[in-house]
């Protein structure tokens, strides 16, 4: 040691501490600090230094070790074959010394050599004990050497074979691979997590990994887990196999999941096809990878090869671009949804991720905000994986500058101004600008237009999208002043249609004040809301006027829609909106105040079959100002079927309880009876 340079001791002293924290924090506690990226420009760095100063290099080095002690939690368990680490090869230049290394060795030259090249699964590697057929024994790398046993977490994964198919099954097999989630259940788990509260994982790899050294099998039952097997370490008797592919087709056979993307190529040029390759479709796969795994084929030349201390000669790794990358939060925006949904979304300082550029990623919402405690001027981790949105997965709290900003949730909205809700019990924030927001307005107006709104005849998605893009149409209101000969302009609008759609938007004024409720477009507020709201104000005036306690009594209304309709109507714009629409002409019967008769309260009527005179929608409706429940489907508590034309199933299933079955005619004449006796009382 004495020769080499003080400063580059101190850089190795240095490195080798921060690798072997970075290695506890990953392996041991499933909680990086570091980026994988920042991890191996170290550990390259460390190489570096030590291959230029061999006198420095020591036993216990980061360079020389694989994994971390395991954990005490678990038992210890002595891995029969070592579990290695791999090399890695960062660029095409490298996976070529690769090959011409192995083809030296091997003095092999000119033959062209086969290469077994699989994807390199970011997830946690185990090893598999079976014993004539039976699962005896399962454990993790821990330092290549001891592993723990966790073999009861293992046995809840449904893709390990608890018995290896086949009649007859090796006395022993020894087998490796790695436990992944996938995409989707990661997604899933970490939603699971923020909704109770308990640990969202920064990565499936970490997700994985946690999951697996549970102490409670009964927790690691429920993760999302799946296992692919990649190496065999033990086979006996031996079966004969004269290749990797061979041994990997073989574990198919006894019931393992191998990689799909398993295939043979031949040389340098075939390696670096396959990682083009697979670099391509890396995104599509579902589950993260952050490389390729190469390895000689043939077992014989294998064995010729051997391993150096960390790692096989006969295999290397092929490195994709980085999934998490660090960077500076420069600023945070809100964006507003078509729906009114808030979501933060951070302005980064751009950074190369897995070979996109990432400017920004989405915050989620307020309480990932708190939970990720970020703040502007921050150094974030960010993450991005298959065709999921960059997510801000982390903070490097350490690196906050002095002058970091916390983010202020903003109250109102910053498309149109209106006051953002943001409701106990619900994680999104929202504008409550509705009709008037301009990020809202296309889907405002096709709300409002709908069949069970307004029901505006030829008024589709399409045209509203063109009116609104022109600017025509900013209110609804506005829509009432559309003139013919304007709409005739429009692309695929001829004198006919224009003169159509005119007639159709003069006969939806006359509407009611239920439907109108509903077209208004108010959080949460459906048809049957809608419906119980007019009848019990009677007029729009009193809705407008109530507070929130006088929205609360009415039927079906609880605490977080009466608090919707109190907002929605305390916004100017939406007030003005309503005056202006009034102005166009809109109008309806006040509806008669106070308690109506409800003939049918408390009966649940089933509409089944194509009626004639009316929808079923039309009925549905006039069944339930009547106080009857409408439900999709026959039980033993359903009051009455109407069955139309062509009526099915529902009819025959409520023929057999004996449930009374009516047609439409019968219908009609009740409603016209019980309509009748409401409009008397
Ligand atoms: N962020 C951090 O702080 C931190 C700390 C330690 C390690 N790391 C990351 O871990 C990695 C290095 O760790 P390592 O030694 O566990 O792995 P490695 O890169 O040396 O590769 C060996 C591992 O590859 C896996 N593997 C996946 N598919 C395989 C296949 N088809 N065939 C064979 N093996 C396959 C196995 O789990 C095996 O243990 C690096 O990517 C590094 O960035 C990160
Ligand atoms: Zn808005």
Redesign the pocket.
């Known amino acids: 040691m004495s020769q080499a340079d003080p400063e580059v001791l101190d850089e190795v002293v240095r490195l080798r501490a921060e690798l072997d924290d ?2 506890y ?3 041991v506690l499933d909680e ?9 420009r170290r ?1 390259r760095r460390l190489q570096v230094l030590e291959e230029a100063n061999p006198e420095l290099v020591t036993a216990d080095s980061p360079t020389q070790r ?2 971390a002690a395991p954990d005490a939690g678990f038992p210890e368990v002595a891995h029969a074959v070592p ?4 090399d ?1 090869a960062f660029s095409e230049e490298e996976v070529k010394a690769f090959v011409r290394r192995v083809a030296d060795r091997l003095e092999a030259h000119g033959e062209p050599l086969a290469f077994c090249c ?8 185990v090893s598999l004990v079976y014993e004539h057929g039976e699962l005896v024994a399962g454990v993790t ?1 821990g330092d290549g050497r001891t592993g723990e046993g966790i073999t009861s977490n293992l046995r809840t994964l449904r893709s390990i074979p608890l018995r290896l198919r086949g009649d007859d099954p090796p006395a022993l097999l020894e087998v ?1 691979g ?1 436990v992944i989630i996938s995409h989707a259940g990661f997604e899933a788990l970490n939603d699971r997590a923020r909704e109770e509260d308990t640990k969202v994982f920064a990565n499936p790899r970490n997700a994985a990994a946690g999951s697996l050294r549970q102490l409670d099998p009964r927790v690691t039952a429920t993760r999302p887990l799946e296992f692919s097997a ?2 065999v370490a033990r086979i006996e008797p031996e079966q004969g196999d004269a290749s990797h592919s061979q041994l990997m087709a073989r574990l198919g056979d006894f019931g393992f999941r191998t ?1 799909q993307e398993l295939a043979v190529v031949e040389g340098a040029e075939g390696i670096i096809d396959y990682c083009r390759a697979l670099g391509e479709k890396r995104d599509r796969l579902g589950y993260d990878i ?1 490389g390729v ?1 190469i ?1 000689v084929d043939d077992l014989r030349l294998q064995r010729e090869l051997g391993f150096v201390a960390r ?1 096989p000669r006969w ?1 290397t ?1 092929f ?1 994709f671009p980085a999934q998490e990358e660090t960077t500076r939060l420069n600023d945070v925006e809100f964006q507003v949804g078509r729906t009114g949904a808030i979501t933060p979304v951070a302005r980064l300082e751009p950074v190369s991720v897995a070979g996109v550029t990432v400017s920004n990623a989405t915050l989620h919402n307020a309480d990932e905000i708190a939970r990720l405690d970020v703040r502007i001027g921050d150094t974030v981790a960010i993450r991005r994986a298959g065709d999921v949105i960059p997510k801000v997965v982390r903070v490097l709290e350490e690196r906050r500058p002095v002058d970091a900003e916390t983010i202020v949730f903003p109250e109102h909205c910053p498309a149109c101004g209106s006051q953002i809700e943001h409701l106990e019990g619900e994680v999104v924030a929202r504008c409550s600008g509705g009709l008037f927001c301009p990020a809202q307005r296309k889907e405002a107006l096709k709300h409002f237009a709908s069949r069970r709104a307004l029901d505006i005849d030829g008024l589709g998605e399409k045209l509203i999208e063109a009116l609104v893009e022109r600017e025509w149409v900013i209110t609804p209101a506005d829509l009432f002043r559309l003139e013919a000969q304007r709409l005739a302009e429009l692309p695929r609008m001829g004198t006919k249609s224009s003169e159509n759609l005119v007639a159709a938007l003069d006969k939806a004024k006359r509407t009611t004040l239920a439907r109108f409720i509903f077209a208004l477009g108010i959080r949460e507020v459906g048809e049957t809301t809608a419906a119980n709201l007019a009848r019990h104000f009677g007029s729009l005036e009193a809705l407008m006027a109530a507070d929130v306690a006088a929205l609360e009594s009415v039927d079906d209304v609880g605490p977080i829609v009466a608090a919707h309709v109190h907002t929605f109507f305390r916004q100017p714009h939406n007030r003005e909106t309503i005056e202006d629409l009034l102005a166009c002409g809109l109008s309806w019967q006040e509806e008669t105040i106070g308690e109506r008769p409800q003939p049918l309260a408390g009966q649940s009527w089933v509409l089944t079959g194509t009626l004639e005179s009316m929808t079923r929608d039309e009925g549905k409706a006039r069944l339930q100002a009547l106080g009857a429940k409408v439900a999709g489907s026959v039980s033993k508590k359903t009051a009455c079927v109407v069955a139309g034309d062509a009526a099915g199933s529902k009819r025959e299933k409520a023929e057999q309880m004996g449930v009374p079955v009516i047609d439409e005619d019968e219908l009609l004449g009740r409603l016209a009876e019980w309509e009748k006796g409401e409009s008397d009382s």
């Open positions: 970075a290695n924090r990953y392996y990086p600090r570091l980026t994988d990226a920042d991890y191996d550990l694989v994994g579990m290695l680490s791999l890695n699989e994807p390199k699964l970011d997830g946690a590697a790398r490796r790695e990649y190496q990689s952050d795994v390895k790692a295999a790794s490195k």
